[in-house]
T-cell receptor, first 113, second 116 residues
């Protein structure tokens, strides 16, 4: 049973560009949350998707947007990239909106130059 | 506010010794406290968790204690092994309003090194 799959694993972008990160949740999970983990820091909550809608949002600017598809997979989009957006982006899926069963992917390492 | 403080940031122990990592949370509404082990290329794996109606939970060499009054919770690893070396994160689940949803608030992480 595949866990949470994220793609790509690494990518390098230039300031001002746009990036899309992808996440496939664990089988049986319908909720996806995205986190940003800066180097040496703990993950910070970006937003959460359930039933193709954004249910919660952390303290991130509108440059960060997302989408959830009918098959529960999700995308994270970041526009107008800044150097400070360089981080590990983690996707977590869960079976519903509660606290139970969060499963994390290995992340996408984004470097903005 | 919502904040989780984690200490120490680095911890080095000899194989066979015990390791303790401590966290403090600020939001009294937090009701679920998981611990994750993060290794390069393996993602963040849940190793143990505890709910606010329980004071202690143990799973083989790993235990977690919770002091809800003081808003403290701790991870205890006994008989440490080199394969325990990793970055450990504590987290507190903060409920969102009156719904059953919420989000995980993470500590800053502890890099544990177990020396053979």
């Amino acid at each position: 049973d595949a866990g949470v799959t994220q793609s790509p694993t690494h990518l390098i972008k230039t300031r001002g560009q746009q990036v899309t990160l992808r996440c496939s949740p664990k089988s049986g999970h319908d909720t996806v949350s995205w986190y940003q983990q800066a180097l040496g820091q703990g993950p910070q909550f970006i937003f959460q998707y359930y039933e193709e809608e954004e249910r919660q949002r952390g303290n991130f600017p509108d440059r960060f947007s997302g989408h959830q598809f009918p098959n529960y997979s999700s995308e994270l989009n970041v526009n107008a990239l800044l150097l400070g957006d360089s981080a590990l982006y983690l996707c977590a899926s869960s079976p519903g909106l509660g606290d139970y069963g969060y499963t994390f992917g290995s992340g996408t390492r984004l470097t903005v130059v | 506010g919502e904040n989780v403080e984690q200490h120490p940031s680095t911890l080095s122990v000899q194989e066979g010794d015990s390791a303790v990592i401590k966290c403090t949370y600020s939001d009294s509404a937090s009701n679920y406290f998981p611990w994750y082990k993060q290794e390069l290329g393996k993602g963040s794996q849940l190793i143990i968790d505890i709910r606010s109606n329980v004071g202690e939970k143990k799973d083989q060499r790993i235990a977690v204690t919770l002091n809800k009054t003081a808003k403290h919770f701790s991870l205890h690893i006994t008989e440490t092994q080199p394969e325990d070396s990793a970055v450990y994160f504590c987290a507190a689940f903060k409920p969102h309003g009156s719904s059953n949803t919420g989000k995980l608030i993470f500590g800053q992480g502890t890099t544990l090194q177990v020396k053979p």
